[in-house]
T-cell receptor, first 114, second 112 residues
Framework: GAGVSQSPSNKVTEKGKDVELRCDPISGHTALYWYRQRLGQGLEFLIYFQGNSAPDKSGLPSDRFSAERTGESVSTLTIQRTQQEDSAVYLC????????????FGPGTRLTVL | QQQVKQSPQSLIVQKGGISIINCAYENTAFDYFPWYQQFPGKGPALLIAIRPDVSEKKEGRFTISFNKSAKQFSLHIMDSQPGDSATYFCAASKGGYNKLIFGAGTRLAVHP
């Protein structure tokens, strides 16, 4: 594809509900990253995929957060039992598996938990 | 997480002026320092990046200055234009692994 795509672009949910956020990386990009951006703040790393394995999950804030990836394709970030503090923009990025390779970001999913 | 500290939080510059944004890092293992530009409603996009084996890198109107001993690096935007108005993030990563540690961002406004 032309770039990284994410869906939905906006998601409003009620506290306690589960949500799934989807990321379609650039074709051929082995590395995939999820970041979270709270309003007016920088990006926080959540999880890194190399192919379909996740060697670094250190940024996931709690066990309510999980992610999976199918091969070198789509990734899904799932947040269970959402809380108001989960409200943020969730950004996905992909890159080639090379040191210093540029990370290409998607437009993000804006999650609002009421 | 290891920190990258960015300043100022916001910056107003007149058209044609020089915009300067500074970042400082703690971890000497960092070896890749990119700057990202983000427009409202969009994901960040890579602007320019540097490795610590050089002290300066220039691409068009954008220059990164790097001071390894001080663990600081900065972005200079020459001849700033209203179209440069955006949020700028510095970041750092280490080794062959591209997990980025971001600064808090600088909101730049260039007035005509």
């Amino acid at each position: 594809g032309a770039g990284v795509s994410q869906s939905p672009s906006n998601k409003v949910t009620e506290k306690g509900k589960d949500v799934e956020l989807r990321c379609d990386p650039i074709s051929g990009h082995t590395a995939l990253y999820w970041y979270r951006q709270r309003l007016g703040q920088g990006l926080e790393f959540l999880i890194y995929f190399q192919g379909n394995s996740a060697p670094d999950k250190s940024g996931l804030p709690s066990d309510r957060f999980s992610a999976e990836r199918t091969g070198e394709s789509v990734s899904t970030l799932t947040i269970q039992r959402t809380q108001q503090e989960d409200s943020a923009v969730y950004l996905c990025a992909s890159s080639l598996l090379l040191a210093g390779a540029e990370q290409f970001f998607g437009p993000g999913t804006r999650l609002t938990v009421l | 997480q290891q920190q990258v500290k960015q300043s100022p939080q916001s910056l107003i510059v007149q058209k044609g002026g020089i915009s300067i944004i500074n970042c400082a890092y703690e971890n000497t293992a960092f070896d890749y320092f990119p700057w990202y530009q983000q427009f409202p409603g969009k994901g960040p996009a890579l602007l320019i990046a540097i490795r610590p084996d050089v002290s300066e890198k220039k691409e068009g109107r954008f220059t990164i200055s790097f001071n390894k001993s001080a663990k600081q690096f900065s972005l200079h935007i020459m001849d700033s234009q209203p179209g440069d108005s955006a949020t700028y993030f510095c970041a750092a990563s280490k080794g062959g692994y591209n997990k980025l540690i971001f600064g808090a961002g600088t909101r730049l406004a260039v007035h005509p």
